[in-house]
């Protein structure tokens, strides 16, 4: 699904990015306007968007405070850790559940980290680093928003 960045009135600070069909909705609700558009093509009466501008400004530290920490996902913890494996500093493409789901772990924060395919899927495995006798060259730990932000690719 198609990524659309959503601007500060003012166009200057990136707030966040929604899907497509939330980035309409946003423009059916007339919240925001078409910043930039893809060329030649409408999705209905709208030109598609590549980013929206809101109309009212807002105060982004309240953005910040009130969104509180990012939602663990798969996208988020490949951002937090820069796209790299946290065992082997190879890229990461995947999310590994440190202790996995199958021992009883969770997706927080601290207990994701990014993996490559390899370490993930072959070497570890349903096992915890021990168990699998790999060693996790980095901390997870729970990103802000604003540190999360640049970081995402989509
Ligand atoms: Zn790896």
């Not at 699904?1 to 200057?12: R, S």
């Not at 030649?40 to 105060?59: A, K, M, N, Q």
Request: some cysteine; proline content about 6%; aromatic content about 8%.
């Amino acid at each position: 699904m198609t990524q659309v960045a959503v601007y500060n009135a003012g166009g200057g600070q990136l707030l966040h990015t929604v899907d497509l069909n939330h980035a309409i909705r946003m423009l059916v609700r007339r919240v925001a306007r078409v910043r930039e558009a893809v060329e030649d093509r409408t999705f209905g009466p709208y030109p598609l968007p590549r980013s929206l501008e809101l109309v009212r400004w807002i105060y982004t530290q309240w953005v910040w405070e009130a969104t509180g920490t990012p939602p663990v996902s798969r996208d988020n913890v490949l951002a937090r850790d820069n796209y790299t494996c946290g065992y082997c500093g190879r890229t990461g493409t995947t999310w590994d559940h440190i202790v996995p789901k199958c021992q009883g772990g969770t997706s927080t924060w601290l207990n994701t980290v990014a993996a490559c395919e390899s370490c993930n899927g072959k070497k570890k495995g349903g096992r915890t680093p021990e168990q699998a006798g790999m060693r996790l060259q980095v901390t997870p730990f729970a990103p802000t928003m604003a540190q999360l932000l640049p970081k995402r690719r989509r």
